[in-house]
């Protein structure tokens, strides 16, 4: 893969990169990626006090793909990993694993411990949850019919 660079600082246009990538992954529904480009907007306009961070990964100005994280209120050393989306064109090229990678070491810059995903146990995230087991982390709790019936919330989680 051509040089990628990591920048933390959202810009103005990643509002519609992120909303492209969301729709165009095939795993986010219109109100997520609603969701998903609002987070870029509050921190845009609020700034690090609204606690959303980011990992935009870009190769020549073109976002290939982002996470977005943030502390647990009214934990000690928890975080959040919110959003981790890549553009199809550049998935299954190590691109997710260097965005989590460095959002980790991010979030142990920041005094985290522990890192907590959520995700669906439909068939449609078989490779999203192998995707968090290939990168160590573990099942810690499933909540039953919360999505959907027989569509449980999965939360993952690593610590360190």
């Not at 519609?16 to 509050?42: C, H």
């Not at 921190?43 to 609204?50: H, K």
């Not at 810690?140 to 999505?147: P, V």
Request: charged fraction near 25%; aromatic fraction near 14%; glycine fraction near 8%.
């Amino acid at each position: 893969m051509e040089t990628i660079t990591i920048r933390e600082m959202p810009k103005a246009c990643d509002l519609d990169s992120v909303a492209y990538i969301l729709k165009a992954s095939g795993f986010f529904n219109e109100a997520e990626q609603e969701v998903g480009v609002s987070l870029v907007r509050e921190r845009l306009e609020v700034g690090e006090s609204c606690e959303y961070f980011f990992q935009f990964a870009e190769r020549e100005d073109v976002l290939l793909g982002y996470t977005c994280f943030g502390p647990i209120p009214g934990t000690q050393a928890s975080y959040d990993l919110y959003w981790i989306a890549v553009d199809p064109v550049y998935q299954r090229m190590g691109l997710g694993g260097m965005l989590l990678e460095g959002t980790e070491a991010e979030i142990r810059k920041r005094g985290g411990r522990r890192v907590y995903i959520e995700t669906s146990s439909s068939d449609l995230y078989v490779p999203t949850r192998s995707f968090y087991i290939h990168h160590a982390y573990i099942m810690e709790a499933r909540l039953k019919d919360y999505y959907a019936p027989a569509d449980d919330k999965l939360i993952y989680v690593k610590g360190w």
